[in-house]
């Protein structure tokens, strides 16, 4: 079974940068597709980033693209989501998940199992 804890999240300026980290336990992390989400309030979930396994490919929202870099870190098992150039827009919970399918789908519905979540707040 495959279980996935976020951490990093916090409150940062906008401008600043904060690294997410998705621990991965009972598989290597390198052997499976990932992916990191996030969800505003009052909007849907929606996707950010995804990485192939043995990091062969990685694939970015419009929104992020040239501010947020995913990545793994191999040594501890775990994905990483390095976001640089923040803006009050990026405040949300950020989920990491697992796809089911290759090609780093966007669909939510594609990833399973997901990690609870950690918050990310930039104020402006």
């Known amino acids: 079974q495959v279980l996935l804890e976020e951490s990093g999240g916090g409150l940062v300026q906008a401008g600043g940068s904060l690294r997410l980290s998705c621990r991965v336990s009972?598989?290597?992390?390198?052997?499976?597709?990932m992916g990191w989400f996030r969800q505003a309030p009052g909007k849907e979930r929606e996707f950010v980033a995804a990485?192939?396994?043995?990091?062969?490919?990685?694939k970015y929202a419009d929104s992020v693209k040239g501010r947020f870099t995913i990545s793994r870190d191999s040594p501890t098992n775990m994905v990483v989501l390095q976001m640089t150039a923040l803006k009050p827009e990026d405040t949300a919970v950020y989920y990491c998940?697992?796809?089911?399918?290759?090609?780093?789908?966007?669909?939510?519905?594609?990833?399973?199992?997901w990690g609870p979540g950690v918050q990310v707040t930039v104020s402006s």
């Open positions: 998940a697992v796809a089911t399918e290759g090609g780093l789908p966007r669909q939510i519905a594609l990833y399973d199992p």
């Open positions: 009972g598989r290597s992390s390198s052997s499976l597709d």
């Open positions: 990485i192939s396994r043995y990091y062969v490919l990685t």
